[in-house]
C-alpha cells in the first residue's frame, strides 16, 4: 500500500536525463537530470550563465541537444520525445508551451488577434485548412467565437480584459509579460515553461503574477516549470527547486531545502576566505569519489 | 478692449518690422550669390572677342523675388503654421466620425468602377472610350490585381520578394504557350495559370524558407531573373525574345469578340469595334482584382492569414505557438504567386502578344513600390497608390500643354520616371508608412480601432 501511494505520487510529467549541450568548445550543460512532477509548480535557479535558458531551449526544442534524452508523459500516458521533435510540434502535439525572457509578442497585432494566433492549429482543423473557412463553412464560424471566448477567459485571468483591442505593442511591460503567459495558455498546454516571467516587475505586479501562476496551476492543472532570479517568486510558488550552476546540478529538492543548501549560498553569495578550504576539500572529496568509480 | 486691439497692433507692425528686415537681408544675401552668375556673363562677340554682358534686369528680378518671398513668408506662411500646430497640440485627441462614405466607401468604389465603361462611353463615344477604358481601366486594374497579390507576401507576411514579376511571366506565359500549342480556351487555362504559377511559388518558397531580409531579397531578384532568362533562351518552346503572338481572345459565354457571323457585334447588332472586347476585359480583370481582394480579406480573418501576420512580427513566437513556419511561408509564397498568374495570363490575353521584355525586373520593383507606397498589407492604400502611380504615369502621356512651356521637343514620358521617383520621395517623407499606415485588427471584443502604423514591423524574411 505505501508502495503504491509512493508511486503514485511520482509521476513526473517532464523528465530530463543526462542533458549535455556543447557550444563549439563551451560545454554549456553538462549531464544534467531532473524531474518535473505533474501538477508542481518546479523552479530552475542558478546564477547569470549557468544554463537554465538553454536547458529550456533544449526542452522546447530551438536547441537540439548534443546528448541525453527528455521524456514528455502527458495525462493521457501519451509518451513525446522532446528532443526528437521539431520545435513547433513540440507546442502542437507534446502540449509544452512557453515564455521567452525577452518578451516576443505580436506588437502590431491586438491582444486578442495575439491569443487568437496561439490557437492557431485548433483553428486550422476546423476551417478544414483555410479551404471549407473560405466558402464559409459554419463550422468554422463555430470554432472562431469558441476561440474568442477561450482568449476572454484568459484575458479576463490576466486582467487584461481592458485592453484587449489595443496593439499589443502599446501596453506596458508587466502587461506584456501576462500577456505572453496568457497566450502560451491557450495553446492548452500540459506544461508550461516560463523563462524570468517576474523580470523587471515591480513588487506588485510580482504578488500578481504569482496569483496568476497559481491559479493557472489550480483551475487547469498546468505542470509549470520556471527559471527565475526573482527569489519572492521562487521561495512563494514553487513546489521544488533545481539549482544548476555552471551547467551542473549542484542541488535540487524543496524550496527550503534548497534555500539551506551550503552549495547553492556558496553558488550564489560565495563563500568566506575560511570556508574556502572546507569547499575545495569538498570537492576533491566529490572528485575523488567520481574517480573511483570510473576507476 | 482698446488696449487689446492696441496689442495686436503693435504686435503686426512688429511682425510687418521684423518681416521687412528680413526681406532686406534676404535680399542682399541674394545679391551677393547671383551678382556674378546673373549680373555679369562672359560671352563672345561676333569677332570671337570675350566680353561682359551686364543683365542688371535680371538680377534685379532674382533680389526682389527673394525679399517679396523672404516676407510673405515670415508674415503669413510662419504664422499660419505656428497657429495651425497650436491647433493640433490643443486637441489632440480628435475622435474621427464615421460618415456614410467612410463606412461605405469600398461599396462605393466597386459601383463606381462598374459603371466606369458606360460612363466613359456616354462622354466620348464607342471608340473614344478605348483609351480611357483600356489604357487606364485596364491598366490600372492589373496593376492593383497584382500589388494585392504581392501584398499578401509582403505586406501580409513580410517576405520581402523583389522577383514577383516571374510569376506573373509564369501566367502569362501558362496562357500563351497552352493556348497555341493545345488550343485550350481562356477559361481553362486562367485557373491552370494560376495553379503553375503558385506552383513555382512553392519551388521558389523552398529554398528561401531559411533566409531572411536582404538574402532573401537578393534570391527572390535573382529568381525573377531565371526566370526571364529561360523564357529568352528555351528558343524552341518560347521563341526567345520574338515572344508568342496571336494569342487566342477570350470568350464570353462562347460568344467570340470578331467579325464572324456569330461574334459578339454581329449577334448584339452593333457597329464592329474592339472596344466592346476591351470593355468585356475591363470588367474581367475588376472581377479577378476583387477575387483577389476578396480572398485577401476572408483570408487575413482565418488562422492563416493571422498567421502570415504574426510570422511579419516575430517568427520565434510563431513557433513557440505551434505553428508551423514552413508551410505558412510556402503558403503565404503560393497564394501570391497564384493571383500573379492570374493576372499574368489575363496579360497575355489583353495583349495577344507575350515577350520576355513585359517581365524585367523593372515591373517588380514596380509592383513592390506600389505595395510599399500604399501601406504594407492596406487594400485600399495599395489600390489609391497604383491609380497614382499608374495612372499617373499614363496621364503624363496626356499632357501635351507641357510641350507649349518646355518647348515641342519636350516628350514628358521621358520624364514617366524622374516624376515617379520623385512622387516616392514625396510620399515616403510626408508619410513614411504609406497611404494607409495603419492595420485593421481582424477580431475585436468591443470596438474595432485601427493598430497604430508604428506598432507594426516590416517583417524580416
Known amino acids: 500500500m505505501a508502495i503504491g501511494t509512493e508511486a503514485m505520487k511520482k509521476d513526473p510529467i517532464l523528465k530530463v536525463e543526462r542533458l549535455s549541450m556543447r557550444f563549439g568548445g563551451l560545454m554549456a550543460i553538462n549531464d544534467f537530470s531532473f524531474e518535473a512532477e505533474r501538477g508542481e509548480i518546479t523552479a530552475l535557479i542558478g546564477p547569470n550563465g549557468a544554463g537554465k535558458t538553454t536547458v529550456f531551449n533544449c526542452i522546447t526544442g530551438f536547441y537540439k541537444p548534443t546528448m541525453g534524452m527528455i521524456t514528455l508523459r502527458q495525462n493521457s500516458g501519451d509518451e513525446f520525445l522532446l528532443e526528437r521533435l521539431p520545435d513547433f510540434e513540440i507546442t502542437k502535439k507534446a502540449k509544452v508551451a512557453r515564455t521567452f525572457q525577452n518578451i516576443r509578442m505580436f506588437s502590431g497585432l491586438t491582444v486578442l488577434e495575439n491569443l487568437l494566433v496561439a490557437q492557431h492549429n485548433k483553428l486550422m482543423r476546423a476551417s478544414g485548412y483555410t479551404i471549407l473557412g473560405l466558402l464559409g463553412f459554419p463550422t468554422y464560424r463555430e470554432a472562431s467565437r469558441e476561440s474568442i471566448e477561450l482568449a476572454r477567459h484568459w484575458l479576463e485571468k490576466a486582467s487584461l480584459i481592458e485592453r484587449a483591442d489595443d496593439p499589443a505593442g502599446d501596453l506596458p511591460y508587466g502587461a506584456q509579460r501576462r500577456l505572453e503567459i496568457a497566450r502560451a495558455m491557450c495553446t492548452g498546454p500540459e506544461l508550461l515553461c516560463l523563462d524570468e516571467p517576474a523580470a523587471g516587475l515591480n513588487p ?22 520556471l527559471i527565475e532570479h526573482d527569489m519572492s517568486v521562487v521561495m512563494e510558488i514553487s513546489d521544488h527547486v533545481v539549482v544548476l550552476e555552471y551547467g551542473q546540478k549542484i542541488s535540487d529538492g524543496t524550496p527550503d531545502f534548497v534555500k539551506n543548501d551550503p552549495k547553492v549560498i556558496a553558488a550564489y553569495l560565495g563563500v568566506e576566505d575560511e570556508e574556502v578550504d572546507e569547499v575545495i576539500g569538498e570537492i576533491e572529496e566529490i572528485e575523488g569519489e567520481h574517480g573511483g568509480t570510473r576507476q | 478692449m482698446a488696449n487689446v486691439a492696441s496689442t495686436t497692433a503693435s504686435a503686426g507692425s512688429e511682425l510687418t518690422a521684423r518681416a521687412l528686415r528680413e526681406a532686406v537681408f534676404a535680399g542682399l544675401i541674394t545679391l551677393g550669390l547671383f551678382v556674378l552668375f ?36 515670415v508674415v503669413y506662411v510662419q504664422p499660419r503654421f505656428a497657429k495651425r500646430k497650436a491647433a493640433k497640440a490643443a486637441a489632440p ?8 462614405f467612410t463606412r461605405q466607401w469600398p461599396k462605393i468604389a466597386v459601383v463606381m468602377l462598374l459603371l466606369y465603361p458606360p460612363v466613359i462611353v456616354s462622354f466620348v463615344g464607342v471608340q473614344g472610350s478605348l483609351k480611357w477604358v483600356d489604357n487606364f481601366g485596364i491598366q490600372i486594374l492589373i496593376y492593383v490585381m497584382l500589388a494585392w497579390g504581392l501584398n499578401i507576401v509582403v505586406g501580409l507576411a513580410g517576405l520581402l520578394d523583389l522577383g514577383y514579376v516571374a510569376f506573373y511571366a509564369v501566367g502569362a506565359y501558362s496562357y500563351a504557350l497552352l493556348s497555341s500549342y493545345f488550343g485550350l480556351s481562356f477559361w481553362v487555362l486562367l485557373p491552370v495559370a494560376g495553379l503553375l504559377a503558385a506552383l513555382w511559388g512553392i519551388v521558389l518558397g523552398f529554398p528561401v524558407l531559411r533566409l531572411r531580409g536582404d538574402y532573401l531579397a537578393i534570391v527572390t531578384l535573382a529568381f525573377g531573373e531565371i526566370i526571364r532568362l529561360v523564357l529568352i533562351n528555351w528558343t524552341e518552346v518560347t521563341k526567345g525574345t520574338f515572344g508568342v503572338s496571336g494569342i487566342a481572345k477570350a470568350t464570353l459565354f462562347g460568344i467570340k469578340f470578331d467579325a464572324s457571323k456569330d461574334g459578339f457585334a454581329a449577334l448584339f447588332d452593333l457597329p464592329l469595334s474592339s ?15 476583387l477575387l483577389t481582394a476578396f480572398v485577401t480579406i476572408r483570408l487575413r480573418r482565418m488562422p492563416i492569414g493571422r498567421a502570415w501576420e504574426a510570422l511579419r512580427e516575430d517568427e520565434i513566437a510563431c513557433r513557440s505557438l505551434g505553428i508551423n513556419t514552413v508551410t505558412t511561408k510556402l503558403t503565404a509564397f503560393a497564394t501570391g504567386a497564384m493571383f500573379g498568374g492570374f493576372a499574368g495570363s489575363f496579360f497575355a490575353v489583353r495583349q495577344g502578344f507575350v515577350s520576355p521584355e513585359s517581365f524585367v525586373f523593372l515591373e517588380s520593383a514596380v509592383i513592390l513600390a506600389i505595395v510599399v507606397l500604399g501601406g504594407m498589407g492596406s487594400l485600399t492604400g495599395i489600390a489609391i497608390a497604383a491609380v497614382v502611380m499608374i495612372g499617373g504615369t499614363e496621364i503624363l502621356r496626356e499632357l501635351t500643354f507641357l510641350k507649349m512651356i518646355f518647348g515641342p521637343a519636350f516628350t514628358p514620358e521621358l520624364y514617366r520616371m524622374l516624376i515617379f521617383g520623385l512622387a516616392m520621395v514625396t510620399v515616403m517623407v510626408w508619410k513614411p508608412r504609406g497611404f494607409v499606415g495603419s492595420r485593421e485588427p481582424t477580431a475585436f471584443l468591443r470596438q474595432r480601432r485601427a493598430v497604430s502604423g508604428s506598432f507594426t514591423k516590416e517583417g524580416h524574411g
Open chain 1, 204 to 225: 506588485r505586479e510580482s504578488l500578481a503574477l504569482n496569483e496568476l501562476l497559481q491559479e493557472i496551476r489550480r483551475d487547469t492543472g498546468t505542470s509549470i516549470l
Open chain 2, 38 to 73: 546673373v549680373g555679369l556673363k562672359s560671352d563672345q562677340n561676333i569677332r570671337n572677342e570675350l566680353i561682359l554682358t551686364q543683365r542688371w534686369g535680371l538680377l534685379a528680378i532674382f533680389v526682389a523675388v527673394a525679399m517679396v518671398g523672404r516676407f510673405l513668408i
Open chain 2, 93 to 100: 485627441d480628435v475622435v474621427k466620425k464615421d460618415t456614410f
Open chain 2, 275 to 289: 472596344a466592346y472586347y476591351k470593355i468585356f476585359l475591363f470588367y474581367l480583370i475588376l472581377a479577378l482584382a
